[in-house]
């Protein structure tokens, strides 16, 4: 059974950073691209940021572009959101995603592309 389990969301105040993790278990994470989504209260579940497996390709959704890094370790079976420059706008609950079935340098973008999911962790940056 597939798990992914994020860590490190909190309260920040506006211009602080956090740094999210996803740790997987019972696959391999390099045999997944990963994304991290976001859902704030009363609003749809939104993409933020995609990486490949072998994490040279990447992509993020404008809002957060030259603020939020993805990366991976493939080794340590966990991935990463680091968020910079936090912004009241990014409050919401945030999830890490796997997708099976792409090649080594394929991202996956859209939620139904997704074949597992954490549970999230919330992030509340305060103004």
């Known amino acids: 059974q597939v798990q992914l389990v994020e860590s490190g969301g909190g309260l920040v105040q506006t211009g602080g950073s956090l740094r999210l993790a996803c740790a997987t278990s019972g696959r391999t994470v390099s045999s997944l691209a990963m994304g991290w989504f976001r859902q704030a209260p009363g609003k749809e579940r939104e993409p933020v940021a995609a990486?490949?497996?072998?994490?040279?390709?990447?992509y993020d959704v404008d809002s957060v572009k030259g603020r939020f890094t993805i990366s991976r370790d493939n080794a340590k079976n966990t991935v990463f959101l680091q968020m910079n420059n936090l912004k009241p706008e990014d409050t919401a609950v945030y999830y890490c995603?796997?997708?099976?079935?792409?090649?080594?340098?394929?991202?996956?973008?859209?939620?139904?592309?997704?074949?597992?999911w954490g549970q999230g962790t919330q992030v509340t940056v305060s103004s």
């Open positions: 990486i490949s497996r072998g994490g040279t390709s990447t």
């Open positions: 995603a796997g997708a099976g079935g792409r090649s080594y340098s394929s991202i996956a973008w859209h939620y139904r592309e997704y074949d597992y």
